[in-house]
């Protein structure tokens, strides 16, 4: 598992990695009211807005913290929107994405770096 300063998370698996925010940032962001998701098959470049997200506090966007192709949407977000709140690290995932470099990965944190960042 590795971590961006944005608080997702990036869980890689045979080159497909799957994409959430980290339960802190569900915690500063408040009660999850809407989610978008991207569009299957699309192709998206690191830093992309991919995902809006809307909370009590404030509206989010989640960047794509890599090149590649979504291939998957947690499609009952959008009818569900509070399992964010609920599961942020589980079942609360945004989207997969096939990576075209998966060495880009190393440039991210791992839990330990990401714990004292958060500190």
Same mark, same amino acid.
């Given at each position: 598992m590795k971590y961006t300063e944005?608080?997702?998370w990036l869980d890689e698996d045979e080159g497909i990695v799957t994409v959430g925010i =980290? @339960?802190?940032a569900a915690e500063q962001l408040g009660d999850i009211v809407f989610v978008e998701l991207p569009e299957v098959g699309s192709e998206v470049s690191k830093d992309d807005e991919v995902v809006v997200i809307e909370s009590? +506090? @404030? @509206?989010s966007d989640i960047l794509a913290p890599l090149?590649?192709?979504i291939v998957e949407v947690n499609d009952p977000? =959008?009818?569900d929107p509070g399992k964010v709140n609920e599961d942020p690290e589980g079942e609360a995932?945004?989207? +997969?994405i096939r990576v075209e470099d998966l060495s880009e990965l190393d440039?991210?944190?791992t839990e330990a770096e990401y714990k004292k960042f958060i500190s």
């Open positions: 944005q608080h997702e =980290t @339960a802190h009590v +506090k @404030a @509206a090149d590649g192709e977000l =959008t009818d995932w945004f989207f +997969k440039d991210y944190m």
